[in-house]
């Protein structure tokens, strides 16, 4: 079975410009999770889906962050535009509709803004 | 406020010794979980065990142990007969499990060198 797979692995751009990032979940797995980590910090909660539906954007930086679901499938979080503090490593997690909800994460994609 | 925190930045330990990373929590919730993960140099973050709030029994998985004690809203992992393998990044987080949402609170992790 694959696992949870982010796209791309690294991204540098430069301030102003526009990146989007993929995940793909573990097939099956209605629910799917974004997180972040900016250098030396914790782990940071973005969003929550739950098939196409957004459960929880209450970790939402921002309105230039702009997640999308399509289908209930993969998802796609676009930063525009991006700023230099939106440097990170954005982690994609996928987990069953059941307790306890182990999450399962990808190998998450590190952006680097300069 | 919902809370994680992970004490110890760095750790060492020698190979086949049994190391303690320590993990305190915060919360007001009356159901929750915590898990513990695993996120080696390359990246991927690897789950490695899971406690619920009302489990009476430490969780175990192999090496891997769970030391809980809800009184003190601890919830340290215990790593067994350490192997090289087991250096590491290792994040503790709590799972809110309010509602139909169930986001992860991660601490800021501690860093484990296995030396031989």
């Known amino acids: 079975e694959a696992g949870v797979t982010q796209f791309p692995s690294h991204s540098v751009i430069e301030k102003g410009q526009t990146v989007t990032l993929r995940c793909d979940p573990i097939s099956g797995h209605d629910n799917l999770y974004w997180y972040r980590r900016v250098m030396g910090k914790e782990i940071k909660f973005l969003l929550h889906f739950v098939k196409e539906s957004k459960q929880d954007e209450s970790g939402m930086p921002n309105n230039r962050f702009l997640a999308e679901r399509t289908g209930g499938t993969y998802s796609t979080l676009k930063v525009q535009p991006a700023e230099l503090e939106d440097s990170g490593v954005y982690f994609c997690?996928?987990?069953?509709?059941?307790?306890?909800?182990?999450?399962?994460f990808g190998p998450g994609t590190r952006l680097t803004v300069t | 406020a919902q809370k994680i925190t992970q004490t110890q930045p760095g750790m060492f330990v020698q190979e086949k010794e049994a190391v303690t990373l320590d993990c305190t929590y915060d919360?007001?919730?009356?159901?929750?979980?915590l898990f513990w993960y695993k996120q080696p140099s390359s990246g991927e973050m690897i789950f490695l065990i899971y406690q619920g709030s009302y489990d009476q029994q430490n969780a175990t998985e192999g090496r891997y142990s769970l030391n809980f004690q809800k009184a003190r809203k601890s919830a340290n992992l215990v790593i067994s007969a350490s192997q090289l393998g087991d250096s590491a990044m290792y994040f503790c987080a709590m799972e809110r499990q309010r509602g139909a949402t169930n986001k992860l609170i991660f601490g800021t992790g501690t860093l484990l060198a296995v030396q031989p």
């Open positions: 997690a996928s987990s069953q509709v059941r307790v306890p909800y182990e999450q399962y």
């Open positions: 919360t007001s919730d009356p159901s929750y979980g």
